[in-house]
T-cell receptor
């Protein structure tokens, strides 16, 4: 079983749609959680951190459920520029490494 | 440009040859990471340095792979006797001692023929 699991998609949605991505992780000792965005043939870039209380950054909302070991990302009012791969990322405690999911591909269409 | 830089950006080599990649982290970032990414997958951790000390190595890092960060600034990743399965994007990232975000470089795309 992969340490971080995501539905690879692709998710094809029209502009203006709301789309949600989910992710599960297996290591209950995980300490920090992130969503990274990766454009085609580019490096990953941090989109947002994920906190247990939930956090919002503009059109993006991230949620963490530690009991279920589940992370989500909600994108409201999708834009064409949101088209990318969204990587769910977990950092276990006592380690410097990040563990990435496979990524979920989003394609926003006009 | 003050971001993470990697050189070369692309490398094509024949099976059995040795290759070396370089990463220059963001200035004053004391933590440096190497990851490998294949098509359709997320990056996989290879190794991690704090200053010049190599603190973690993945099981993915076979004895053909070696990484160094001799002066705690730039790092090199060497692959000896390359195999076709080594074809991937090799990503470097750096982080400050106080921050949590890892900043990634543009990567070196390796093709082993």
């Amino acid at each position: 079983r992969k340490e971080v699991e995501q539905d690879p998609g692709p998710f094809n949605v029209p502009e203006g749609a709301t789309v949600a991505f989910n992710c599960t992780y297996s290591n209950s000792a995980s300490q920090s959680f992130f969503w990274y965005r990766q454009d085609c043939r580019k490096e990953p870039k941090l989109l947002m951190s994920v906190y247990s209380s939930g956090n919002e950054d503009g059109r993006f909302t991230a949620q963490l459920n530690r009991a279920s070991q589940y992370i989500s990302l909600l994108i409201r009012d999708s834009k064409l520029s949101d088209s990318a791969t969204y990587l769910c990322v977990v950092k276990p405690s006592n380690t410097g490494k990040l563990i990435f999911g496979q990524g979920t591909t989003l394609q926003v269409k006009p | 440009d003050t971001g993470v830089s990697q050189d070369p950006r692309h490398k094509i080599t024949k099976r059995g040859q040795n290759v070396t990649f370089r990463c220059d982290p963001i200035s004053e970032h004391n933590r440096l990471y190497w990851y490998r990414q294949t098509l359709g997958q997320g990056p996989e951790f290879l190794t991690y340095f704090q200053n010049e000390a190599q603190l973690e190595k993945s099981r993915l890092l076979s004895d053909r792979f070696s990484a160094e960060r001799p002066k705690g600034s730039f790092s090199t990743l060497e692959i000896q006797r390359t195999e076709q399965g080594d074809s991937a994007m090799y990503l470097c990232a750096s982080r400050s001692g106080t921050g949590y975000e890892q900043y990634f470089g543009p990567g070196t795309r390796l093709t082993v023929t």
